[in-house]
């Protein structure tokens, strides 16, 4: 069974504007983080936000929010006030703390595309 | 402070030829990881190390082996390199996780390799 579900494989936003990308996940583990990648079209991996398991409140990071609904296993992520420079692949990913290794699950990616 | 480091860039091989990718990271960091990144999909984890000297297989480490004999660096070898081997290849570090900021892998920017 997928672990990470991200079901939007493209969106469009219009510059200025704000979007939500979505992303399921399924663990048994009761401690896990969350976390969301850009790669850009230049290939690199940035790192943008996490959310742990336990944490109380909703993660941010400047434009950058996590809609963590735990009862619902999801982890969305907003990006208020959309650029041109958004553009780019999201990854959704999970780490488990059940297992030793604390690799990163990824989920397929959503492409977003910013218009102007 | 270059963070982390992959060599080569680029490589085009003929099936059955061999080659290392190196990773190299300088923020002292215990744990390391080797993704691959086929189009169209998220990271796949192929092995990790924990620490110098040790190495673990991920989810699809048939075809290569790895080596830690440094902290910093983490090999990651094709022995007999095969066209289902084309990807583009990623390596992570992190902090022993639990520790702060330990929960952050820090990616290098990809090795995309051809097999022909």
């Known amino acids: 069974a997928q672990k990470i579900t991200q079901t939007q494989p493209g969106m469009f936003v219009q510059e200025k504007e704000a979007v939500t990308l979505d992303c399921t996940y399924d663990?048994?583990?009761?401690?896990?983080?969350l976390f969301w990648y850009k790669q850009p079209s230049s290939g690199e991996m940035i790192f943008l936000i996490y959310q742990g398991s336990y944490d109380q409140q909703n993660a941010t990071e400047g434009r950058y929010s996590l809609n963590f609904q735990k009862a619902r296993k999801s982890a969305n992520l907003v990006i208020s006030a959309s650029q041109l420079g958004d553009s780019a692949m999201y990854f959704c990913?999970?780490?488990?703390?059940?297992?030793?290794?604390?690799?990163?699950?990824f989920g397929s990616g959503t492409r977003l595309l910013v218009r102007p | 402070n270059a963070g982390v480091t992959q060599t080569p860039k680029f490589r085009v091989l003929k099936t059955g030829q061999s080659m290392t990718l190196l990773c190299a990271q300088d923020?002292?960091?215990?744990?390391m990881y080797w993704y691959r990144q086929d189009p169209g999909m998220g990271l796949r984890l192929i092995h990790y190390?924990?620490?110098?000297?040790?190495?673990a297989k991920g989810e699809v480490p048939d075809g290569y082996n790895v080596s830690r004999l440094k902290k910093q660096n983490f090999l990651l070898g094709l022995e007999s390199a095969a066209p289902s081997q084309t990807s583009v290849y990623f390596c992570?570090?992190?902090?022993?996780?639990?520790?702060?900021?330990?929960?952050?892998?820090?990616f290098g920017p990809g090795t995309r390799l051809t097999v022909t």
């Open positions: 663990t048994s583990d009761p401690s896990y983080g």
């Open positions: 992570a570090s992190s902090q022993r996780p639990g520790t702060p900021w330990g929960y952050e892998q820090y």
């Open positions: 923020m002292n960091h215990e744990y």
């Open positions: 190390s924990v620490g110098e000297g040790t190495t």
């Open positions: 990913a999970m780490r488990e703390g059940l297992d030793s290794s604390y690799k990163l699950i």
